[in-house]
């Protein structure tokens, strides 16, 4: 099963006035519907913009897997772990809340920030709160998340150029920019995926992406 989901269609929240824009793909705050609560693990996926000096404050998470992937600008992070961090693009960045953790995001640069955020559940709760950054992930680099037995796959693939969807139970697969082709087995099943889109796949086989610009990719692979 194939569910494509629009980046034009994701709710809207943050706070325009203080300058923070928000994008939710599940059912988040008040914009809530009982049909899309999660999908796997996933718990969300939020793509957010920050004007300079706009940001969240210090607020709590638990029992949470959050991993950031900055698109434009930096992240400035600070968390109850110890870490405080910059977060630029092409770093993969990973909060594991545990029991219980608290950090802050602010965009602190000349520049606008935006950076898309997956939040996954845990197989076990609880634990001690972790912190994790790796630097400048290379293309096809995975990243695992044990805790939630999930696998980030970052690909970036020029034009013309396939890519493997990987055959697991549940696939989520958000485009951070171009423009790609999802195709099957059967050549008449493609379909077009933009920038914000992603694809929700369950027990599908054989797939793979056909990239008709440069494009960059979010690819998890999920329990």
Known sequence: MIDVRRGAYRYEGGDRAAGITTRHAFSFGHHYDPDNLRFGPVLAC??????????????????TEIVTWVVEGELTHRDSTGATTLVRPGDVQHLGAGSGARHVERNDGPGPLR?????????????????????????????????????????????????????????????VRGDLR?????????????????????????????????????IWELP
């Open 115 to 175: 950076f898309v955020q997956l939040w996954l559940a845990p197989l076990e709760p609880a634990g001690e709160p972790s912190y994790a950054l790796v630097r400048g992930i290379a293309d096809s680099t995975p990243y695992a998340v044990p805790a939630a037995g999930a696998v980030l796959h970052v690909r970036r693939p020029g034009a013309g150029e396939r890519v493997a969807v990987p055959a697991a139970a549940h696939v989520y697969l958000h485009v």
């Open 46 to 63: 939020n793509e957010e913009t920050l004007a300079p000096g706009a940001g969240f404050e210090e607020h709590p998470h638990s029992n």
């Open 182 to 218: 999802l195709d099957g087995k059967d050549a008449d099943d493609g379909v077009e995926l933009g920038p914000g889109d992603a694809a929700r796949i369950t027990g599908e086989t054989e797939l793979e992406l056909v990239a008709g610009s440069p494009s960059e990719l979010l």
